[in-house]
């Protein structure tokens, strides 16, 4: 079946660490994306994608960064810049539509926690 | 920057009730406009989408969501809920820029939906 694998599923950081979140699809979408959900927030874009070796800042990129060295594949990594990095992450892929009008397809997230 | 503005942060109905739940958006050009749901445990899911043609807009289990331009909404509505319905709704928007391409949706904040039995 296709669609996006994220994982681990739980993640655990200590201070001062990087961690690096996995996305892998197969749906042969050119576009990727990674959101961060809070509680009452709704989900906000940090990065995102449209094709390999290119990617944009969302609304949210500090103390995040991303690759995008394979069509397949949009790792995000939590750096230690990022105060507050405790939230689900949820990353996503589409078509590249002109206009922007192609559906979205998520991942079932990964669940970063401070210790 | 578009925005997305959904009115009901919680919302609790029974069996049967008939559902709709709000959602504005600002932006002064053309959008594409989207409900996601998320049930307990799994991934958020596609419910329905307005490009372009019949603001009325069929999605999946019943729902449906009517695109008014005049007052910038795209509200989605159910005739008999059920308990399965229960979930978090998310209302999504992004801008048809010119050049196209694939951005980032701008989502509401969710509105949690309770159906007890």
């Known amino acids: 079946d296709g669609g996006i694998t994220q994982s681990p599923k739980y993640l655990f950081r200590k201070e001062g660490q990087n961690v690096t979140l996995s996305c892998e699809q197969n749906?042969?979408?050119?576009?990727m994306y990674w959101y961060r959900q809070d509680p009452g927030q709704g989900l906000r874009l940090i990065y995102y994608s449209q094709i390999v070796n290119d990617f944009q800042k969302g609304d949210i990129a500090e103390g995040y960064s991303v690759s995008r060295e394979k069509k397949e594949s949009f790792p995000l990594t939590v750096t230690s810049a990022q105060k507050n990095p405790t939230a689900f992450y949820l990353c996503?892929?589409?078509?590249w539509g002109i206009g922007s009008n192609q559906p979205q397809h998520f991942g079932d997230g990964t669940r970063l926690s401070i210790l | 920057a578009q925005s997305v503005s959904q009115h009901n942060h919680h919302v609790i109905l029974s069996e049967a009730a008939s559902l709709e739940l709000g959602c504005n958006y600002s932006y002064g050009g053309t959008v594409n406009l989207f409900w996601y749901v998320q049930y307990p445990g799994q991934h958020l899911q596609l419910l329905l989408k307005y490009f372009s043609g019949d603001p009325l807009v069929k999605g999946i289990k019943g729902f449906e969501a009517e695109f008014i331009k005049s007052k910038f909404s795209f509200n989605l509505r159910k005739p008999s809920v059920q308990w399965s319905d229960t979930a978090e709704y998310f209302c999504a928007v992004n801008a048809r820029g010119s050049g196209g391409g694939a951005d980032g949706l701008t989502f509401g904040k969710g509105t949690h939906l309770i159906i007890q039995p």
């Open positions: 749906l042969n979408h050119d576009a």
């Open positions: 996503a892929s589409s078509i």
